[in-house]
């Protein structure tokens, strides 16, 4: 069987044909194919020899584009492992399924997710809270107790319209958990087949974000902090995602054991661990003099002991151990709305009002300053963890943190004087709140 290269350009382009099954092998990951069907539906699946001997054996990974191709490398590799252990994953496979057939019992929906979180989402999404958060808010409420066999296309349909009533793009974001989870649920014989084929979003977004904020919106944007009536850890929070643009979720979650020579100006860092990064990849984060210090006063406002948990920004809720995400999202718009456009700084709130800014645009914000300052794309791209899927990744395996230290003090000097300009406010004291 011949084999290439495997890119996203190259899935992405891949025809269904009209007969038979089209079959894409990677050259990089020995056994893992890319299969299109005539319907147009597209999965991984990984081929191997199992340790008794037995003929080749076919083991599926799931469906294209819910699995990517890093994660399906990834997973295939995994397998590989188990398989030198002595595991058959299709024969596995089989067992599960047919126990489940034979017991007679029904799979409530409720349960259905509850594996999915566990076994799928937890294991490969490093935002699998985000789809605990959609899964508990939006459809839990709904489809709870229901047997997951008897849910239809319609049922989903009808759903996603009532929640698309009030929020369109969380209606996007539920059909695409949805997805995954069903055909999860397919591919490990928990189900038959998915409601969801079929299934188009019930709300047209728009191309993808561009939003960034002008300088003088930052300036805005950072002054109106101090007097939203926002949780400290939350302000706190927000201004260390101005400084070092690393994703809200891994900002929220940023705990004590993941920073690392904070007594040292010229060494602190944020080491964020594998299992928080979307690319499943360890990040380094230097932790320039401003950025150390907004972390130093989170710590010390409590106690130094950082919280149960030791995550270091504080939620406004007694029972929660670290800051929320989304809770980073409310509190932007909370801000954004309690702004008046009045005086000197009437054009940029207008402009804040009128197209206002999420938590992942003040990501973006980072990365285009720090164009527009001249820092070389490769320093930029290794400040965002952004992973390049090619044979060259796998054999450059520095970490550039002198780069993204000089990257990021850059960035930092220029976030100083845009605030320096802002009347009555003083950058020095700035860095001790």
């Known amino acids: 069987m011949p084999t290439e290269l495997l890119t996203d350009a190259r899935l992405r382009a891949a025809a269904p044909p009209p007969a038979g099954i089209l079959e894409l092998w990677d050259t990089k ?10 319907s147009g539906v597209r999965s991984w ?26 994660d399906a490398r990834e997973a295939a590799e995994a397998l590989r492992a188990r398989v030198r252990g002595g595991a058959d994953p299709q024969a596995e496979w089989r067992a599960a399924r047919d126990a489940t057939r034979q017991s007679g019992v029904t799979l409530a929906f409720d349960a259905l997710a509850d594996l999915y979180l566990e076994r799928y989402a937890k294991r490969r999404k490093a ?17 709870g107790p229901r047997d997951a066999a008897l849910i239809t296309r319609q049922d989903a349909t009808r759903l996603l319209f009532a929640i698309a009533e009030k929020a369109p793009v969380s209606a996007n974001r539920v059909r695409s958990i949805l997805m995954q989870v069903f055909a999860w649920a397919v591919d490990t014989g928990l189900l038959s087949e998915t409601p969801m084929l079929g299934v188009k979003k019930p709300h047209k977004e728009g191309r993808g974000k561009t939003r960034t904020l002008r300088d003088d919106e930052l300036r805005v944007l950072w002054q109106a902090l101090d007097n939203a009536g926002l949780a400290a850890g939350t302000i706190a929070a927000l201004r260390v995602l101005i400084l070092l643009g690393q994703r809200p979720g891994e900002v929220a979650g940023m705990a004590r054991d993941e920073l690392v020579r904070l007594g040292d100006a010229r060494e602190a860092a944020w080491e ?28 010390a406002s409590r106690n130094g ?33 309690g702004l008046e456009a009045v005086g000197e700084d009437a054009e940029a709130v207008a402009r804040l009002k009128a197209d206002p800014p999420t938590p992942h645009d003040l990501r ?70």
Not at 127 to 143: C, F, G, I, M, T
Not at 382 to 389: G, K, R, S
């Open 272 to 299: 964020i661990p594998p299992e928080r990064m979307k690319a499943r990849r360890p990040h380094v984060v230097p932790l320039p003099p401003f950025a150390r210090g907004l972390v130093e006063a989170a710590m």
């Open 305 to 337: 002991t950082a919280g149960e948990g030791g995550f270091i920004f504080a939620s406004r809720f007694a029972d929660r151990q670290r800051l929320a995400r989304h809770s980073l999202s409310q509190a932007l718009r909370r801000v954004i709305d």
């Open 127 to 143: 935002s699998w809270k985000n789809d605990e958060l959609y899964l508990r808010a939006h459809v839990r409420p709904a489809w």
């Open 29 to 38: 990951t020995s056994g893992l194919c890319f299969r299109v069907m005539p």
């Open 45 to 70: 699946s990984f081929r191997y020899i199992p340790a008794t001997g037995a003929k080749l054996r076919r083991a599926t990974l799931g469906r294209y584009p819910q699995i990517g191709l890093a």
């Open 364 to 433: 973006r914000t980072l990365a285009s300053g720090l164009s527009r300052l001249g820092i070389p794309r490769e320093d930029r791209q290794a400040v965002l963890a952004h992973v390049h899927d090619d044979v060259h990744a796998v054999y450059d395996r520095y970490e550039r943190t002198r780069e993204k230290r000089i990257a990021l003090e850059a960035w930092e000097r220029h976030v100083s004087a845009v605030l320096a300009n802002a009347p009555g406010y003083n950058v020095l004291q700035l860095r001790r709140r």
